[in-house]
């Protein structure tokens, strides 16, 4: 008997830089990249065509690249350009920040100087909720939250340093300095938890290598947009064709 065709749904959420969408089979959702940049939580916004199709395709590469090493992730494939196909997750509300050296927020907030080394790496905790600003969680708010169980805690942290230590090791190859990231997770229908949301320059910083330490050419992730750069685009497309040299053949799936 032949298996019914994938075919797309409704739409089920749609966020600053992504759309969820149903589809016939309810074990999987489409996601459609977006071309908007946004800064400080959605009030500066711009339509940058081509970086959906981008963040998807970076996105995919490195989904595939953790999933190889073992991590548990959400991505179940690739669609068309920009669209990829994931596991629908019950998401925990946590952005959690690895940072390898001193950059952004971080700067404002310890007497830091920017592209300090840190080591081990930082990880922080914010809660993710718009209204409030995504703010900063100590210990304590964390366990006000009840958000999480400890051993979800403990193995959430142990995933993000992993992801964080094979990218940093993957990336570095590529002359692409992993400053930072913000990973979230979510549990699947056994309880599991995986990676989920995205892993491009939307969410991480990333210097370049190839060029001096102090010239602004150096920045190709979404600071560039943050810090009125320009040129994010292209920045974003020189990440890409570095990481797809890479090679790593994400899953295709055809609707
Ligand atoms: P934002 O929520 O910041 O506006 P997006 O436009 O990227 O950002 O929306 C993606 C939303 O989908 C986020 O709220 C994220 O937590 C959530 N999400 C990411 N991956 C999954 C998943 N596999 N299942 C369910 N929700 C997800
Ligand atoms: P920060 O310097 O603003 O704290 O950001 C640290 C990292 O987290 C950086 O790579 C950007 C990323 N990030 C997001 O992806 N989403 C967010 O909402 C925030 C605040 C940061």
């Not at 994938?6 to 969408?21: I, W």
């Not at 090679?247 to 295709?252: A, E």
Request: charged share 25%; aromatic share 6%; proline share 5%.
């Amino acid at each position: 008997m032949d298996t019914p065709a994938l075919a797309l749904g409704s739409l089920l959420h749609e966020g600053k830089a992504k759309r969820f969408h149903a589809t016939t089979d309810p074990r999987l959702c489409a996601v459609e990249f977006k071309d908007t940049a946004t800064a400080s939580n959605g009030r500066h916004q711009v339509r940058l065509p081509g970086k959906g199709k981008l963040n998807c395709r970076i996105s995919a590469q490195l989904f595939t690249l953790l999933e190889q090493s073992g991590l548990p992730t959400h991505f179940q494939g690739l669609l068309g350009d920009g669209w990829m196909l994931v596991r629908p997750l019950r998401m925990i509300p946590l952005e959690v920040v690895l940072r390898n050296r001193a950059a952004g927020s971080l700067l404002r907030q310890l007497p830091t100087v920017a592209g300090q080394q840190l080591e081990p790496p930082l990880l922080d905790l914010y809660f993710k909720d718009d209204a409030l600003g995504d703010p900063f969680l100590s210990e304590a708010r964390l366990a006000t939250l009840n958000i999480v169980t400890s051993r979800e805690r403990s193995q959430l942290e142990t995933m993000a340093r992993q992801v964080n230590r094979t990218l940093h090791q993957v990336l570095g190859k590529l002359a692409l300095d992993l400053v930072d990231l913000k990973l979230e997770f979510g549990r699947d229908a056994s309880g599991q938890l995986r990676l989920a949301d995205e892993l491009s320059p939307d969410n991480c910083r990333l210097w370049d290598e190839r060029q001096s330490p102090d010239s602004p050419g150096r920045i190709l992730d979404k600071d560039r947009f943050r810090q009125g750069l320009g040129g994010l685009v292209d920045a974003y497309e020189e990440i890409n064709r570095r990481i797809q040299t890479l090679d790593l053949k994400p899953r295709r799936v055809w609707l």
